[in-house]
C-alpha cells in the first residue's frame, strides 16, 4: 500500500492525462500517479480541481485532509460490498459478553508491548532500573487484572492507569533537555515529544483505517472504543496493540539519534508543532519504519510491519465472522 505525502503549506491539485499534479505557491510541480497510490495525505491548505477529485474517485485512492495530528475529512470511493461482514459486526456490537471479551484482549495486548519495551529500556540502560522494574512489576498486575474486569469502563480504567505509568516512565528515555516529557498531553499537545506521538498515531490509525475499508469492515463499529458520532471506532480499536512498537519507538530513536531536533516545530503559548521539514522527516522515518520486518507469532513467519497491520485486520474480520473463536493482538516477542 503506497501513500502519497503532501506536506506543503498551500498549493493547488490538478488532473492532466490520468495523472495528478501538485503546484506548490513557489511554483514547484511534482508529478503523482494514482493508479500507483493508494492513499494521499494532504497536510497544507491544498485545492483539488474538480478533474483531480474525479480522477481521484475513479482510481479508488483515498485523500485524508489533515490539519495538525487532526483529520478533517477524506475523499473516498464507494464502500465495499461485504454486506455479510459488516452486518455481523452489528449484531455482535449489542452482545456485551462479546465487547467485553475483545475489549480484554485488545487491552492486554496492549499493556504486554508497553512493558516489553519498558523491559528493553531497562536492559539497555536508557532508565532507572528500580523504577523501570517497578513499572513492570505493576503492568503485570495490570495484564492480570484484565482478566477479571467485568465491564468494558473497568477494562478501559485498567488501560488508563497502565498509559500513565506507562507514559511516566518512557519520559525518562528522551536524553535532550529540550525532549522533556512526562505525561501524555493531547488537544493540543504541550511539547514536542507530544505532538510527535500525536502526529504518527494518527498517520498508524489512517493506515488501519484503509485497511479496514478494504477488507470491507464497517470502521465505526468498535468495542474498546464505542460508538461515537464521526469516531472511527475500529481503526481506535485495532491501533491499540501498535501503538508502542511502530510509534513509541520510533519517536524515542528519532529524537535520541539526533534525526529530530528542536528546529523542527513550531512553538507557541497554546501548543507546540511539527513544521514542514519536521513532518518531512517524520513521515520518511515512519515510512521506513512499516517496511521493517519483525517476526508475527500469528503466522510463525517474518513480515513487514505493514503486512502484519494487514494481517491484523484480516484476523479480526475472520472473527467477527465467526471462523476462529478469539482475536488474537500482535505481541512484540
Known amino acids: 500500500m503506497l501513500t502519497a505525502y503532501i506536506t506543503k503549506e498551500a ?20 508529478t503523482i500517479y494514482p493508479d500507483k497510490v493508494d492513499r494521499m495525505l494532504v497536510m497544507g491548505n491544498i485545492g483539488l480541481t474538480g478533474a483531480a477529485i ?37 449484531l455482535l456490537i449489542e452482545d456485551q459478553e462479546w465487547v467485553c471479551k475483545t475489549s480484554k484482549a485488545i487491552v492486554k495486548g496492549k499493556i504486554i508491548n508497553e512493558r516489553h519495551f519498558i523491559q528493553r529500556l531497562i536492559r539497555n540502560g536508557n532508565i532507572d532500573s528500580n523504577l523501570g522494574n517497578y513499572a513492570t512489576t505493576f503492568l503485570k498486575k495490570l495484564i492480570n487484572n484484565v482478566d477479571y474486569a467485568c465491564t468494558v469502563d473497568s477494562i478501559r480504567g485498567i488501560e488508563g492507569l497502565a498509559a500513565e505509568s506507562y507514559f511516566e516512565i518512557l519520559g525518562q528515555n528522551f536524553k535532550y533537555p529540550w525532549a522533556s516529557f512526562s505525561k501524555r498531553t493531547k488537544n493540543p499537545p504541550k511539547d514536542c515529544v507530544n505532538t510527535t506521538l500525536s502526529f504518527l498515531y494518527t498517520i498508524l490509525t489512517n493506515k488501519i483505517s484503509s485497511f479496514i475499508k478494504s477488507h470491507g469492515l464497517d470502521i465505526s463499529i468498535g468495542s474498546l472504543h464505542s460508538i ?29 539519534l539526533g534525526q529530530l531536533k528542536e528546529d523542527n516545530f513550531i512553538y507557541d503559548d497554546e501548543s507546540v508543532l511539527l513544521n514542514e521539514e519536521g513532518r518531512k522527516i517524520v513521515i520518511s522515518a515512519f515510512e521506513n519504519k ?11 513467519k517474518v513480515l513487514t510491519y505493514e503486512k502484519i497491520l494487514e494481517e491484523q485486520v484480516m484476523m479480526y474480520k475472520h472473527y467477527i465472522n465467526k471462523e476462529i473463536e478469539s482475536y488474537i493482538p500482535f505481541e512484540v516477542k
Open 290 to 300: 512499516l517496511q521493517q520486518k519483525h517476526f508475527y507469532p500469528n503466522k510463525d
Open 54 to 90: 474525479s480522477l481521484i474517485l475513479s482510481s479508488d485512492t483515498e485523500v485524508f485532509f489533515m490539519k495538525g495530528k487532526e483529520v478533517l475529512g477524506l475523499y473516498s470511493a464507494s464502500s465495499s460490498k461485504d454486506c455479510i461482514t459488516r452486518h455481523n459486526q452489528h
Open 228 to 256: 461515537q458520532y464521526g469516531r472511527d471506532s475500529l481503526s481506535c480499536d485495532l491501533v491499540e496493540e501498535f501503538r508502542t512498537p511502530i510509534v513509541d519507538q520510533l519517536v524515542c530513536s528519532m529524537i535520541n
Open 11 to 30: 498549493g493547488k491539485i490538478k488532473a492532466s492525462n490520468k495523472t495528478l499534479i501538485f503546484e506548490g505557491i513557489d511554483g514547484n510541480k511534482t
